[in-house]
């Protein structure tokens, strides 16, 4: 069984920094991608990351602001993000595609204006 984890979610001001981490464990022996997704209410989800061997994929909202990672040897990703805005608000979600997807328990972050 395989379980995301992740953290660090929170409430920040505009212009402010956060890093999300979103861990694998469990029987896993093959990642083909990484991924963050995100809800805003009453929006749909949508991609805003990804990572596989290369290349990197990067919604345009998030271009220059946003940055993921990952660390192979824990079977981590990351998602720096900075220079929030209000519209960055959401459930922010990670994926994880092996054999087949694995989604993450989401976790809120809010910018405030």
């Known amino acids: 069984q395989v379980q995301l984890v992740e953290s660090g979610g929170g409430l920040v001001q505009a212009g402010g920094s956060l890093r999300l981490s979103c861990a694998a464990s469990?029987?896993?022996?093959?990642?083909?991608?990484m991924g963050w997704y995100r809800q805003g209410p009453g929006k749909p989800r949508e991609l805003v990351a990804s990572?596989?061997?290369?290349?990197?994929y990067y919604a345009d909202s998030v271009k220059g602001r946003f940055t993921i990672s990952r660390d192979n040897a824990k079977n981590t990703v990351y998602l720096q993000m900075n220079s929030l805005q209000p519209e960055d608000t959401a459930v922010y979600y990670c994926?994880?595609?092996?054999?087949?997807?694995?989604w993450g328990q989401g976790t809120q972050v809010t910018v405030s204006s």
């Open positions: 994926k994880v595609v092996s054999w087949r997807s694995y």
């Open positions: 469990g029987s896993i022996d093959y990642i083909q991608l």
């Open positions: 990572i596989t061997s290369s290349p990197t």
